[in-house]
């Protein structure tokens, strides 16, 4: 199974940017898509962006297109979330997950990391 550390959250004024680092361990990640979600209290979880490693092919939510950004190291390997022009909205914890291939469900999920927008 692959392990999942976050790092990056934190608590910034509307309009600033932070970048979300995710690194993974013990596993093949060819077989997976990792993704970002994030959870805030009342609302759904919701896939903010997302890497199909094997073919690199990515994903990102309408909610944020234009000020998120996902990316990747292959050396490391790591993914992360360039956030920018933050909004009270974006605030949530936000997850690092793995979806096997085939499937419609990440599975697998990191300790999560908290990323607080104040207006």
């Known amino acids: 199974q692959v392990q999942l550390v976050e790092s990056g959250g934190g608590s910034v004024q509307a309009g600033a940017s932070l970048r979300l680092s995710c690194t993974a361990s013990?596993?093949?990640?060819?077989?997976?898509?990792l993704g970002w979600l994030r959870q805030s209290p009342g609302k759904e979880r919701e896939v903010v962006a997302a890497?199909?490693?094997?073919?690199?092919?990515?994903y990102v939510a309408d909610s944020v297109k234009g000020r998120f950004t996902i990316s990747r190291d292959t050396a490391k390997p790591s993914i992360y979330l360039q956030m920018n022009n933050l909004q009270p909205e974006d605030t949530a914890v936000y997850y690092c997950?793995?979806?096997?291939?085939?499937?419609?469900?990440?599975?697998?999920w990191g300790q999560g990391t908290q990323v607080t927008v104040s207006s």
């Open positions: 890497i199909y490693w094997a073919a690199f092919k990515t």
């Open positions: 013990g596993g093949n990640l060819s077989y997976y898509t």
């Open positions: 997950a793995t979806k096997p291939r085939g499937s419609n469900e990440y599975t697998n």
